[in-house]
């Protein structure tokens, strides 16, 4: 039996604090169109309420006493995810972009992976430099880093590094966050 009580009082935690749920001596009442009713019990609150056709609630439990409000709680839960919904929208998620390239790369291709990075960083996106060796090429790493550091230079204006050229395995690569 202990367990379905359990399961009860948490499931009751989860409900919004309206009507009958409200559980203090005394709280602040605002009507629907914003102006104060005053300080009274929490049963004469609902029963203004329900006689409007709408919901008391608790709108803050911090404050001294604990302020309640009368209004329609289907349609301010609705606004509530509508506004959820809309922010989210909006928001950007910040990604990583690669640009791979070979240390011998010709000035085309170089300027090809410069306005591929260029636009990644404009969207918003992080850019990942990589240059692959094959075979002994890892010998010529210092031509390499010149490279990663040419291409740092060309995208000053757009990106700032955040993190230095760095070896991993038979790659170099460096890290270019867009400017604030």
Not at 85 to 91: D, G, L, M
Not at 136 to 165: N, T
Request: hydrophobic content about 35%; overall charge positive.
């Amino acid at each position: 039996m202990l367990p379905i009580e359990r399961t009860e009082r948490r499931s009751n935690r989860d409900l919004p604090t309206i009507n009958e749920r409200i559980r203090f001596p005394k709280i602040r009442v605002i009507d629907a169109d914003g102006s104060q009713l005053g300080i009274m019990s929490p049963r004469e609150a609902v029963q203004i309420a329900e006689e409007r056709e709408l919901d008391l609630v608790l709108v803050s439990d911090k404050a001294d006493p604990p302020v309640c409000r009368i209004m329609d709680y289907g349609k301010f839960k609705f606004e509530q995810e509508k506004k959820a919904r809309e922010a989210k929208k909006k928001q950007h998620t910040v990604d990583v972009k690669e640009v791979k390239m070979r240390y011998k790369i010709e000035d085309h291709d170089y300027n090809v992976r410069i306005n591929q990075a260029k636009r990644f960083l404009k969207d918003g996106d992080k850019v990942k430099a990589t240059i692959m060796f094959r075979g002994r090429e890892i010998q010529h790493s210092d031509i390499a880093e010149e490279l990663l550091k040419r291409m740092a230079e060309d995208l000053q204006e757009v990106a700032e590094v955040q993190q230095a050229p760095k070896k991993e395995g038979r790659n170099m690569m460096m890290l270019l966050a867009p400017k604030k």
